[in-house]
């Protein structure tokens, strides 16, 4: 479409051209039911097929073992940060964290709040997070679980290799980073991500989580929406769902499936995109400027970097949005430029926005 801009947006993010008009064409009439997928009873069989659909796509994208169960909840990647070591933790159990951005500092300062022993056992904070604090640096304790960020969204820093942390459990954050690359389920007791950035739209967290670490015992007497178990029993339906959510998410996982050819193309195609930035930042001689410290923890998603003055950074989003390139605007704790291009940010987006890297550089150097 002609009149369709270019998203940078960190999240909400731009969906599959394809996605939305399979959804604008389903709309009033889901299937020949006669009603929109926003009116149906999450009871009916029609809702049933959409949601049951969506997690077995899924399961084959992330091949998923049967030791793991796929739920589709709600109150997003923060919600998360006090649900799992609630559900996943005991009183005489501990948990650490490695602190590499602002999101993992939040998951660690809710378990703390909720009264559960959290270790804080490495941190980037220091140095404003501009890097992922290496293995060797890790001080961890005899913890049961491990927690972590995946993608560092505000910093543009990622675990490119993802860590493993021999006989405890590891709790992952993915919500940037979802479905961008192929991903060894069986390794994690608990992966969690809000879905919009590369899942879908907002309204909807995807968890996946080992089978033996629901409804341990002393979650017996937990607020029931608060209790994992409840939604395993229910297959993610114990109170109404983000129903328009989920059947989105499910035409985003055939898109990666189909359209695309699945998650090891999947990162390809991000590797391949991220790269022409990067090299835009890296050949402008010092113009523009990464402030990733180590270039492989880079993230493939969230791209910041700055220019010479404060001056220059806010010209430069001022007239990259003439050429309808939105919400490239830095974090507000960080400044400069952020270009987050998720999986279905286009490349023309990403070639556009090099090209206007180029002749902004020259035309102000």
Same mark, same amino acid.
């Given at each position: ?256 499936? =189909? &359209?695309? *050819?699945? #998650? ?7 590797? +391949?995109?991220?790269?022409? /930035?990067?090299?835009? !930042? ?35 989003? =001022? &007239?990259? *949005?003439? #050429? ?7 974090? +507000?704790?960080?400044?400069? /430029?952020?270009?987050? !291009? ?24």
């Amino acid at each position: 479409m002609d009149n369709r801009v270019f998203n940078f947006s960190a999240g909400p993010a731009t969906l599959p051209e394809s996605v939305l008009k399979t959804a604008q064409e389903e709309f009033l009439n889901w299937h020949g039911c006669g009603m929109s997928v926003m009116e149906m009873s999450h009871r009916s069989k029609e809702y049933g097929s959409i949601i049951q659909e969506a997690e077995a796509t899924l399961v084959r994208l992330l091949n998923i073992p049967d030791t793991h169960k796929v739920l589709f909840l709600q109150g997003g990647a923060t919600l998360q940060f006090a649900m799992a070591p609630m559900n996943l933790m005991t009183k005489e159990d501990s948990c650490d964290y490695i602190i590499a951005g602002n999101w993992g500092n939040k998951a660690f300062q809710e378990c703390e709040k909720i009264g559960l022993k959290a270790h804080k056992v490495a941190s980037s904070e220091e140095d404003n997070f501009t890097y992922i604090p290496e293995e060797k640096d890790w001080d961890l304790s005899d913890a049961k679980y491990v927690h972590y960020t995946s993608n560092n969204t505000i910093f543009g820093t990622c675990f490119n290799e993802l860590p493993e942390f021999d006989n405890k459990i590891a709790i992952c954050d993915m919500s940037s980073d979802f479905l961008s690359r192929p991903v060894d389920i069986s390794k994690f007791g608990l992966i969690y991500a809000g879905a919009q950035k590369n899942a879908g739209p907002a309204g909807v967290t995807i968890a996946i989580i080992r089978k033996d670490l629901v409804g341990l015992p002393h979650t017996k007497n937990f607020p029931t929406i608060l209790n994992y178990s409840t939604h395993v029993k229910k297959d993610s339906m114990h109170n109404t769902p983000p129903s328009y959510s989920i059947y989105i998410c499910g035409l985003v996982f055939k898109w990666v499936e =189909e &359209e695309i *050819g699945g #998650l090891d193309k999947m990162y390809d195609l991000n590797k +391949r995109k991220a790269q022409k /930035i990067y090299d835009a !930042i890296d050949n402008s001689n010092g113009f523009y400027r990464s402030p990733v410290v180590n270039e492989n923890q880079r993230s493939l998603m969230n791209i910041p970097f700055v220019l010479p003055t404060p001056e220059l950074d806010a010209k430069f989003i =001022e &007239e990259a *949005g003439k #050429l309808k390139m939105l919400n490239i605007k830095g974090y +507000r704790t960080v400044g400069g /430029i952020r270009a987050s !291009i998720y999986n279905a940010h286009p490349m023309k987006g990403v070639d556009t926005l090099v090209n206007f890297m180029e002749e902004f550089r020259k035309k102000n150097s």
